[in-house]
T-cell receptor, first 115, second 113 residues
Framework: SAVISQKPSRDICQRGTSLTIQCQVD?????MFWYRQQPGQSLTLIAT?????????ESGFVIDKFPISRPNLTFSTLTVSNMSPEDSSIYLC????????????FGPGTRLLVL | GENVEQHPSTLSVQEGDSAVIKCTYS??????FPWYKQELGKGPQLIID?????GEKKDQRIAVTLNKTAKHFSLHITETQPEDSAVYFC????????????FGTGTRLQVTL
């Protein structure tokens, strides 16, 4: 399985500011995803990060609020823009392996608190 | 749309007993069903998965069963230990969505001494 790291691991931010979360994988992967997990809740897919093109967003999530980059096969960033307290969540990066495997592995998450 | 229901939401068992968590899914064409364990302060960890061409899969104390006709699958943990305490999520891969998983609502398992 891939080893996934995320930075920062946690942060406390003021409303109206933006935070960029980084996801680094130790090997090239086919697919990278970003999820949100609100306190005590399940995982909700924000978007699929596409290498070299715009991310594919799920219903309810827009690029202006959650811009995503994926410059290569091992790295992606998610920005949470113009934050409000409702954005307080755990943000998780996940990946599938090389090839067409559907198995997904998750990073440790970034715990965000917006005041 | 795609839907995965998970029960129970909380489960408390005594150490050494078995624990069973059940999930149902809406799309009969789904073909991949992973289970994740999430400990406090950590990301979800894949513990076992099953594909639609298999009815049961075991890995030491963990097993998963799949009933495609009824569209449900279950996680079985035998001889539970305190370190099994965590939140467990089931998920289903829905066809036509290219590796996009839909997750259940989670089960908080507490193993007591």
């Amino acid at each position: 399985s891939a080893v996934i790291s995320q930075k920062p691991s946690r942060d406390i931010c003021q409303r109206g500011t933006s935070l960029t979360i980084q996801c680094q994988v130790d090997s090239q992967v086919t697919m990278m995803f970003w999820y949100r997990q609100q306190p005590g809740q399940s995982l909700t897919l924000i978007a699929t990060a596409n290498q070299g093109s715009e991310a594919t967003y799920e219903s309810g999530f827009v690029i202006d609020k959650f811009p995503i980059s994926r410059p290569n096969l091992t790295f992606s960033t998610l920005t949470v823009s113009n934050m409000s307290p409702e954005d307080s969540s755990i943000y998780l990066c996940s990946v599938t392996g090389q090839g067409l495997t559907e198995t997904q592995y998750f990073g440790p998450g970034t715990r965000l608190l917006v005041l | 749309g795609e839907n995965v229901e998970q029960h129970p939401s909380t489960l408390s068992v005594q150490e050494g007993d078995s624990a069973v968590i059940k999930c149902t899914y809406s799309d009969s064409a789904s073909n991949y069903f992973p289970w994740y364990k999430q400990e406090l302060g950590k990301g979800p960890q894949l513990i076992i998965d099953i594909r639609s061409n298999v009815g049961e899969k075991k890995d030491q104390r963990i097993a998963v069963t799949l009933n495609k006709t009824a569209k449900h699958f279950s996680l079985h943990i035998t001889e539970t230990q305190p370190e099994d305490s965590a939140v467990y999520f089931c998920a289903a891969l829905f066809t036509g969505t290219a590796s996009k998983l839909t997750f259940g609502t989670g089960t908080r398992l507490q193993v007591t001494l």
